[in-house]
């Protein structure tokens, strides 16, 4: 399983766990159906919207820990 981190494709993250589309939106980032989604890391996304990065990553690991598919609750957590 991917762990949502810095260096985490912003299309990968919305695929693999679609309860975090609400994040990118909240957060004000147009990142959704955007076509750079699939080369823009996290942190790439963060430095264009002008966000901080560790808030966002919280909050992405919540909503994917959150979802109704969520394997475990450690879903989206870095390992270690």
């Known amino acids: 399983?991917?762990?949502i981190t810095?260096?985490?494709l912003v299309d990968e993250a919305m695929?693999?766990?679609?309860?975090?589309?609400?994040?990118?939106?909240?957060?004000?980032?147009?990142?959704?159906?955007?076509?750079i989604g699939c080369f823009?890391?996290?942190?790439d996304a963060c430095l264009e919207h002008h966000a901080?990065?560790?808030p966002f990553?919280?909050?992405?690991?919540l909503a994917a820990a959150n979802s109704a598919g969520?394997?475990?609750p450690e879903a989206g957590l870095p390992p270690g």
């Open 52 to 54: 901080e990065l560790e």
């Open 40 to 43: 823009h890391s996290l942190a």
């Open 57 to 61: 990553l919280q909050a992405l690991r």
């Open 15 to 35: 695929r693999q766990w679609p309860a975090t589309i609400r994040v990118f939106l909240d957060f004000g980032f147009h990142c959704v159906g955007c076509p």
């Open 6 to 8: 810095p260096d985490l």
């Open 1 to 3: 399983m991917t762990a």
């Open 70 to 72: 969520a394997a475990t």
